[in-house]
Each structure stands twice: as C-alpha cells, then as structure tokens.
C-alpha cells in the first residue's frame, strides 16, 4: 500500500492533502491520484466491515476523499479535450444508496473526454431514470450502486426501459466496488465496471468514438 493509501486509511487528514499536494507537484496524473486514494478508501471498507471501524470513521473517510476530490476535479476539467461532443450520458445513484464520490469522479472523466452528462445525483428512482433517457435520448445510461441492497433496483431500473420500449435504443452500465459479471447478467445490464476508466471505454466504444 502507498503512503497515500495508508494515509486515508489511517484517517489521517492532513497527511492525504500533503501528500496529494506532493504529488501533483512532481506531475503525478490526479487520475493516479485517485488509483491510490481509491485503494486507502476500500481499506477503511474492510476495517469498517470487521467492526474496527465505525460509521463516524466511515463518514470521515467520505469527507476526507470529498476533500481530495475537490483539489483534483478542476484539474480534471482541465484536462477536457477540445472538439466536439461524443454523445450523452445520463447517470445516477440508484434508489436506497446515497454514495457518490465515485460515480462523481465518473461524471468529471466523461466530461474531461468530451461527453455531456446528465447527472441524477443519488436515491434515484426507476421513473427518473426512465424519464431522462426518454428526453435525451442518450445511448449510454449509467447506474452507480455500493450496497448489496441495491441488486433488485438495478434490474427494476433496466425492466423499466423495457415497460417503456427504451432498452432497445439505451446500452446500461452498472458500476461500483460491488459489480461483477453475476451482477450484471441478474440486473440484465450491458456491462458493468469496477473502475471509472473502464465506464468511460464503455461510453466510447457506444458511441463509436474513432479516438478509442
Ligand atoms: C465513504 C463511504 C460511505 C459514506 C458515503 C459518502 C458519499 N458521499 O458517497 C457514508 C458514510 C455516507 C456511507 C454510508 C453507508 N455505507 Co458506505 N462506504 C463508504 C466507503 C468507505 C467508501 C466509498 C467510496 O467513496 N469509495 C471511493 C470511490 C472512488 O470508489 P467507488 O465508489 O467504488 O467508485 C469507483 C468505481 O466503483 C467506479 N464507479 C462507481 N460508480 C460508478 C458508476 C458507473 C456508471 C461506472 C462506469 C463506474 C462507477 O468508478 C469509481 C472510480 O474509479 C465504502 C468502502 C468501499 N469498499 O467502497 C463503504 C461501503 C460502500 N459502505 C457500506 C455500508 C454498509 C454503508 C451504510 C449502510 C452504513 C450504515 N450502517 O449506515 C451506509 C449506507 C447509506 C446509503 N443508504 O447509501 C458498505 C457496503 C457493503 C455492501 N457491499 O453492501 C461498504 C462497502 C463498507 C463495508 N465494507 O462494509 N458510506
């Protein structure tokens, strides 16, 4: 683990901002930046799962990568390519789950690479979903989830396009820590990814995008 990692795992807040500083100083991508926040953040998981850890830690963890988070994403805009749009992407937390650093650091990249996105924010219901790929007529619909609870609304999500003849036109990405393939193919998505980079292939290869 980084000195990084183990800073934000340790909670120690002042430690992560130097270090951070530190690294994009010496020219460290924020995209790295963020490889190594991400592994120190599902160390803080593991200790909260084993009881080590509780939710006031869990909150901190939140409030430290949200910190972090908002030193890197105008550096992240700035990395936004000039030309023209590729295509839209509507995305969201689903219903019963309010994390979103990391679907907000997805939304940032789609950005930065040339995409218009339409974000819900969290708690989202099937309805909105469904509603806003209809207005927009986005190809790519992205769903975030990190609780095991939200399985069953995922694929309430997708059965809803189905109710209103958009799954033709509409490819759904479902990402977070907790996907896998048996998620995917139980929610009927297209694809699902653990990792910011890979939903953003995903949106390119939609969209056909020449530069991937
Ligand atoms: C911070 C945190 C919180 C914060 C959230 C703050 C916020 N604004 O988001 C707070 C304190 C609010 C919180 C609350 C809870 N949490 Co919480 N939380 C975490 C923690 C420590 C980090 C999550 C995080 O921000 N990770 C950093 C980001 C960068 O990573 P990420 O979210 O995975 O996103 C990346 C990828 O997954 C992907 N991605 C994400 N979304 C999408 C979407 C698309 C379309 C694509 C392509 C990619 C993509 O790209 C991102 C960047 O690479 C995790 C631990 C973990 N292992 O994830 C637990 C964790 C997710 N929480 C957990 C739990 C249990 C809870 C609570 C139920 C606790 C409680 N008893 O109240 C509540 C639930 C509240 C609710 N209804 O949603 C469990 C979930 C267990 C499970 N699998 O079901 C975890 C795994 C901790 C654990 N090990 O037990 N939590």
């Known amino acids: 683990m ?3 990692a183990a800073a934000l ?3 120690d807040e002042d430690r992560v901002h130097e270090l951070v500083d530190e690294k994009l100083a010496s020219g460290v991508s924020p995209i790295d930046i963020i490889q190594e926040c991400h ?3 599902i160390a803080v998981g593991e200790l909260y799962a084993s009881g080590q850890y509780y ?5 901190f963890s939140g409030d430290i990568m949200q910190g972090v988070m908002a030193k890197l994403d105008p550096l992240i805009a700035g990395m936004a390519a000039e030309g023209k749009i590729i295509g839209t992407v509507v995305i969201g937390t689903v219903r019963g789950d309010i994390h979103d650093i990391g679907k907000n650091i997805v939304v940032n990249l789609l950005r930065s690479n040339r995409f218009k996105v339409v974000d819900l924010g969290v708690d989202v219901h099937a309805e909105s979903f469904v509603d806003m790929v209809r207005k927009t007529g986005a190809k790519v619909l992205g769903l975030s989830a990190l609780l095991n609870t939200t399985y069953p609304e995922m694929k309430n999500v997708i059965d809803a396009l189905k109710e209103a003849g958009l799954r033709d036109q509409v490819k759904v990405i479902v990402g977070g820590a907790i996907m896998s393939e048996a998620v995917r193919e ?5 694809a699902y ?5 890979q939903g ?3 949106c390119k290869k939609v969209y056909g995008d ?3």
Request: overall charge negative; charged content about 25%; glycine content about 10%.
């Open 210 to 212: 020449p530069g991937n």
């Open 9 to 11: 795992r340790d909670l």
């Open 39 to 41: 592994a120190g953040i």
């Open 186 to 190: 139980f929610t009927g998505a297209d």
């Open 2 to 4: 980084t000195d990084l």
């Open 55 to 59: 939710l006031t830690e869990l909150m």
């Open 200 to 202: 953003i292939d995903f």
């Open 193 to 197: 990814a653990t990792d910011a980079l």
